[in-house]
């Protein structure tokens, strides 16, 4: 058996690197288990002439296409949005676009303000010095100001606009509508070790300059120096209880296949909205029949992606195409509620800036706009370095029936049972996804652009993997507390998505780790009597 | 993981160049150039079984080598193959495409970089910040909770 740890993080990716470096101040023993593993930079998509083809293969979003020894399967076949995400030390924060808005103060007082869903048990400004304290860390470049959004103080100067940004920006101006400069975690300036960005343009499958923030970059060389231990190619199978129902540790499977029990006095999971679930519904006892945490029956239900309505075209003028970051424009035109056009909350936009010469011959011949035969060259000359996209990112109610179970069937290559997806799209989520595409219809047309087409939803769009533990004060309605800990087990905390109650219409990478951190924070105020 | 057959070879030559053929006015060859042929087949890999099950596919409706029928029933097998081979045949043209668009001489048809993005990247232009203008004259309308 290991030698007892005061505190187990289990997960390294966005939450588990920001509360472990957090909580390293307090000197107590950390101990993280990820089950991937380091990456090399030098081995990234972009420093080979075959940087796009990996996208299909090797570094495709999907870890059901990716299929590496790090990677877990989740049987997604009966949802419309198929799961995303990475699995690394930095988790999929290697493999994200970095682009960093926040949740809105709006967005935690769902309930009071239009009546759908549940009001946070937390607001935003509790979360406001953990949101600036994670873009201090994470890096992040962006213009203070934007009239629609959350105040942020980026350290480093927004991204140039470039080609794109003045196409979509004279377009949103035509008609009278908001944009700003996003929020990215991409460095416009050398950053605390990290290069600045030099437009390598494939950003979303690992940057090789290190100029967009994960936390392998980022938190973990700091958390590592200030003694956090983290143990890489550790897969977390079950966590163990005793017999005062408190969580005494966990079985894991290490680099060599071999099972081991690692005791810790605290448990902390990080391993995202599918993860998670996946996790505590695999850890049954006699005690927890139906999982660990699980008095509410809500783990793993009210999963919430955000689905993407996508609206793409192409214009006359040449744009970015790869050879930028591919976000750096949005839009909260339509964030708010505004009963009038038939849904309740909004959606924010993200602006696409162009894509490489692969990925657009292989979309543009699947949505039968390129051609077969002598036509292909003309037509390719018309479409490559020339596409715009706007994507709508819509606000996914909680829903009990949206949900993460465990697959009768499926298992990872350790034999755990895998996750089994469970989703169908609202009539709220829809009709707002319909208001999407035609705003992103408007926007285009009004840039020029011709040939446009759609993808509703982005069928391989479920990075926000939100909802599946979330935080509340009624033991009977949800599976954390106001400060991260579970009802049930109270040395059990999580710091992920999962606990997050609405989900807004932002990417929500920003929101997650302030969330850890401020779960963090509450932990090393309450040291002293955190079982309680 | 077995290699292509010789038949299957020809066949995925045949439908390679059916979708992007030669062309003197752009000076590009065509995806059954051999080079490109050559990358294909080399690069293969995890797409191998789901290449192999397009052109079994395609054979199967071609009835014989898909270059001796004649342009017309050529034609209708591919529109067939495409419009009816699923996930089998979208891997197969995303293979022709992906080795097709990473040529020299196409690239440099298309005035594209001959290189990696890493290490040299690309220079993007800061462009106008003045268009910003009228939205910072927007009042601050943050709905507050």
Known sequence: MNDPVDVLIIGAGASGAAVAWSLADTKMHILCLDQGGWMNPAEYPSTGRDWEAKFYGDWATSPNIRGRPEDYPINDDNSPIKVVNFNAV????????????????SDFK????DGVADDWPIDYDTLTPFFEENDRMMGVSGLSGDPRSPLTHPPMPPQPLGLSGPLIGKAMNKLGWHWWPSDTTVATMDYEGRARCINLGHCTPACAQGAKASTD???WPHAIRAGVELKTHCR???ILTNEHGMASGVVYYDKDGVEQFQPAEVVIIACNGVGTPRLLLNSVSGRFPNGLANSSGLVGKNLMFHPYAQVYGFVKEVTDSNRAPPTCLWSKEFYDTDLSRGFVRGYGIQF????GPVFEAVASEQKGILPWGADHHRVFRKLNGHRLAVSAICEDLPEEHNRVTLDPVLKDGHG??????????SENSRKMMDHGLARGREILEAAGATDICTNDPIPWGGWHLLGTARMGTDPGRSVVNEWGRSHDVKNLFIVDGSVFVTSGGVNPTSTIQAIALYIADQMKQRLANLFD | MSELSQTQRDDLRTIAAMIIPASDEYKVPGADDPAIQADMLKTLGRDSELVKKALDHLARLAGKPLAALDVARRDAVAT????KGGAAAATLVRVVLQC??????????????????FPKGYVLQDGDWSLLDPVKARPADLRRA
């Open chain 2, 80 to 83: 067939e193959f495409r419009a």
């Open chain 1, 236 to 238: 977390v199978r079950e």
């Open chain 1, 217 to 219: 970059i980022t938190y």
């Open chain 1, 352 to 355: 696409g800036r162009g894509a």
């Open chain 1, 90 to 105: 930095g988790g999929s924060t290697v493999m994200y676009t970095a682009h960093w808005p926040r949740l809105h103060p």
């Open chain 1, 110 to 113: 769902v309930k009071t303000l």
């Open chain 1, 416 to 425: 755990i049972p895998a996750p089994r997806i469970d989703y169908t799209i």
């Open chain 2, 100 to 117: 097709y668009y990473r040529d020299d001489r196409v690239l440099r048809s298309l005035g594209l970089d001959l290189r990696a993005p």
